[in-house]
């Protein structure tokens, strides 16, 4: 059987440069890498199947947008494998209505919300003007397990209309109605935040929601503005989803409160900026795969020792 350290599955274009990153940075420390892609999957399926090629870690970056990559992660989730990421946690951590409430049993301050059932279980909810006077105007309608670039949220909502019509756009899913967050200035930027947690490690950047651009976040900023906290609430989050990558959304508003936004996201855009005027800063890149590398080191090093 042939076995390779990472095999990496992915389906989208634009995670060639963070994929021909992570071959480089693993291949410099003698880390074998294989690639998979919609062209070879069935094959490599097969072969998997067949315990002709195996790999020690997997990093699926496909099969929750690719049907034709489903029957490798399942065969995959059911040998001795470390799945980056397991479906079973992500499904938890996705699941906005379950993360709202973790997270503020966790002490996390969260948006005030209010969970809605889904339209297929309950046609008919009630909720009144006074409701809508709690969450303030505008407020922010979320499908609470429809993921990904802001899919389906309304985030100007200011009519119980917008709810009952957009209930039924996804009529499997819950939905939160969430109070609108805005944050405080610190000297002229606004203090919202991305935080990876990427194997084992916390890392944080500035993200402006308005303009959906990145800047590095250095520490002496983390330590100027009282920032250091952002790293202690991705690690409680981390806790929590037990996921080994995964960003969120952090915002210090004008009670020098860090409100978390948008709860788990487990299949980051890491676009780089080098090369997209709204992806993460190279350097932040690079230090999530150095990461990944150190984890999967440490990893086998405990293997080995067991």
Not at 76 to 82: A, E, G
Not at 92 to 99: L, Q, R
Not at 233 to 257: G, H, P, Q, Y
Request: negative net charge; proline residues 3%; aromatic residues 10%.
């Amino acid at each position: 059987m042939e076995i390779f350290d990472l095999a990496i599955a992915f389906d989208w274009e634009y995670d060639n440069d963070f994929i021909d990153l992570i071959e480089k940075i693993l291949q410099e420390e003698s880390l074998s890498t294989f690639i998979i892609k919609e062209h070879n999957v069935h094959d490599v399926t097969e072969k998997v199947r067949d315990r002709k090629l195996s790999f020690r870690f997997y990093l699926d970056r496909a099969s929750d947008v690719n049907p034709a990559f489903e029957e490798l992660a399942k065969i995959l989730s059911r040998r001795k494998i470390v799945i980056i990421n397991p479906q079973k946690k992500v499904r938890h951590a996705i699941d906005k209505a379950s993360m709202h409430l973790e997270f503020i049993n966790a002490g996390l301050n969260v948006p005030y919300s209010i969970i809605i059932p889904p339209h297929s279980e309950l046609e008919e909810i009630k909720l009144t003007i006074e409701d809508l006077s709690i969450l303030g105007r505008p407020f922010i309608i979320k499908p609470c397990n429809t993921t990904g670039g802001g899919v389906g949220v309304v985030t100007g909502a200011e009519t119980l209309r917008e709810i009952f019509q957009e209930r039924v756009t996804n009529s499997n899913d819950k939905y939160l109605l969430q109070e609108k967050i805005y944050p405080t200035m610190l000297e002229g930027r606004r203090a919202w935040f991305r935080c990876f947690w990427a194997f084992g490690k916390p890392v944080a950047v500035w993200w402006d929601d308005l303009t959906h651009l990145y800047e590095e976040l250095s520490e002496e900023e983390m330590i100027n503005y009282g920032l250091k906290k952002l790293l202690q609430k991705t690690r409680t989050i981390a806790k929590i989803t037990e996921l080994d990558f995964f960003s969120t959304e952090i915002v210090l508003n004008n009670k020098n409160l860090f409100v978390v936004i948008d709860y788990v996201n487990d299949q980051c855009d890491m676009r780089i900026k080098s090369k997209h005027f709204d992806g993460v800063p190279d350097n932040v890149v690079n230090q999530i795969i150095h990461n990944l590398k150190n984890y999967i080191i440490k990893t086998k090093r405990l293997e080995s020792i067991i």
